[in-house]
C-alpha cells in the first residue's frame, strides 16, 4: 500500500463511525440538544396529562371556564355595587337588616342588574320609586315582580333586572331608587 491509499482507509472507517462527518465536539453538542428537546417535550406532555381538566369531558372544562368568567362578572360587580351608574351591582343584605336600598341609581343603558344570593325559601320583593322601570328576576327563571314576592327555589345567583320601560324616550341618565326587600 502506497502513502497515498492509507489515508482513504483511514477516513473511510472514521466515516463509518460517525457518518456524518461531524467532528467529537459538534457530535456530543447535537446529542445534548436533542436530548434536551426531548426532556422539554416530555416534561410539557406529562404537565399536560397531569393537569386536573385534562382528563375531564369537555363539558366539565366548559362548566370550568363558566364558573371562571361568573367570578369574574361578580368581581366587577361588587366594584360597581359602590358607584351608581355602573352595572351590573352585586348586592348584599347587611346581618339583621332585610332590606336593601339603593337611592340616586343612575341607569346609564336601558337596563342595570343586581346579583344577589338569597337562602332557599327566603322572599324576594322589589319596589320602585319610579313606574317607568319594569323589575324582573332573569336567573335562574324569570319572574316578574309586578305579580308580587318571589320565593326562592335554590341556592344560585339570582339576577334582577331593572328595565327602562317608560313610553317616551328615556333620559341619558336616568335616576331611580330601588328597595329590595328579602324576607324569610
Known sequence: MSDRQLPRV??????????????????SFLALTVSTGLLFISACTSDKANSPIADEPAVVREQVQSDIEDKIVNSYARVAAKKP?????????????????????VMVNNSCDYF?????GEHIAVS????????????PKIYNFANG???????????????YDGAGYKPEQFSYDVTIAITE
Open 149 to 163: 314576592d318571589y320565593e326562592v327555589l335554590s341556592y344560585d345567583k339570582h339576577v334582577i333586572r331593572l328595565s
Open 85 to 105: 351608574d355602573l352595572c351590573p351591582k352585586l348586592v348584599q343584605k347587611e346581618v339583621d337588616n332585610t332590606v336593601i336600598e339603593r337611592k340616586a341609581e
Open 10 to 27: 483511514a477516513n473511510r472507517y472514521s466515516a463509518q463511525s460517525n457518518p456524518v462527518g461531524l467532528t467529537k465536539k459538534h457530535s
Open 116 to 120: 344577589l344570593y338569597p337562602k332557599v
Open 128 to 139: 320602585l320609586n319610579n313606574d317607568q322601570i319594569e323589575a324582573l328576576l332573569v336567573t
